[in-house]
């Protein structure tokens, strides 16, 4: 197979294998991922950057067994950065950092076809600046039924003082984010997503379920908030997914909800839709709040 050289950012890597098929189902190339991540570089790095990294890599395609990668490889070029972070337990791990195009597409060219993110930043990780509930369906769940649960999300974090922001994860469901001013650490954070996400299940008990063991959750929405802990992930924006369609991580204006469906976007109409338009979440941070504050709207609508 053949071997190129690209020159991004005055770094020049090999790139390797560029016509070797990562999806071999719908004929996705190595090359055609690495297109992908050139194109969408602009609007993913501000997502990527100053956060620790979980690579997903698939060296030979979708269709084997990938792996999750923490550390940063020996092999990666010092231009790659890398940061010691402490692990949630002990001991600490050496995680890629992506703050340019070339690092993002050379790490692409070492087969990482996902990139998920920290919820918190590198100057400091204890204190999240994202709050994340996953909405995780069981297979047949309709999606104007994710859609809606959505809204749901969005209009208790909207009455709590928090600005909701929402994302077609590429997989099963949808994201609901809000960014937080990272005045509280996770344990809190965490403690007051699942009390937000218990008191969406009260409301509607036989469609939506936050227990943690699957054979519990029935045929219910499971609204995930194990995301909103130390060193735990979620998937980038603009991220490929590791699935059939070579889906896209896709931010949403919420009056594209309607249209949207969990897995809506490939490589083609990705790029399509950021030369017509701007990142919905570039502005994300501008609506940074406390969730402390939003936690004692929570308990005062309890009363």
């Not at 996902?114 to 999606?143: A, M, N, Q, Y």
């Not at 130390?230 to 603009?238: D, L, N, V």
Request: glycine share 8%; charged share 30%; with cysteine.
């Amino acid at each position: 197979m053949s071997t190129r050289t690209m020159h991004i950012n005055g770094h020049d890597f090999a790139v390797s294998k560029a016509e070797k098929e990562l999806f071999p189902g719908d004929h996705v190339s190595k090359g055609d991922m690495l297109d992908h991540y050139r194109a969408v570089a602009d609007a993913m790095i501000p997502h990527l950057a100053e956060r620790p990294l979980t690579l997903r890599r698939f060296p030979d395609g979708i269709g084997e067994d990938g792996f999750f990668q923490k550390h940063a490889s020996d092999y990666f070029p010092d231009w790659i950065r890398s940061v010691e972070m402490p692990q949630a337990g002990d001991g600490t791990v050496n995680y890629v950092v992506c703050e340019d195009e070339a690092t993002l597409v050379y790490l692409a060219n070492q087969a990482t076809v996902e990139f998920h993110i920290w919820l918190s930043t590198l100057d400091k990780p204890d204190h999240p600046d994202r709050l994340v509930i996953d909405i995780d369906p069981p297979d047949g769940t309709e999606v104007a039924t994710l859609r809606d649960v959505a809204r749901r999300i969005r209009d208790r974090y909207t009455a709590l003082g928090l600005t909701p922001f929402v994302q077609a994860t590429g997989g099963r469901g949808f994201h609901v984010v809000a960014p937080l001013d990272r005045s509280a650490d996770f344990d809190f954070v965490r403690g007051f997503a699942t009390d937000l996400a218990d008191g969406l299940v009260a409301d509607d008990p036989d469609l939506l379920t936050t227990a943690q063991r699957k054979q519990r959750r029935g045929d219910r929405i499971f609204l995930d908030c194990n995301r909103n802990g130390y060193g735990q992930t979620f998937i980038a924006p603009y991220s490929l997914r590791a699935r059939p369609g070579a889906p896209v991580a896709t931010p949403l204006d919420w009056d594209e909800l309607g249209r949207a469906t969990p897995g809506g976007r490939d490589t083609a109409s990705i790029s399509r839709r950021l030369a017509r338009k701007r990142d919905p979440w570039a502005d994300i941070d501008d609506h940074a709040a406390s969730a402390t504050a939003a936690r004692e709207r929570l308990l005062a609508l309890g009363d």
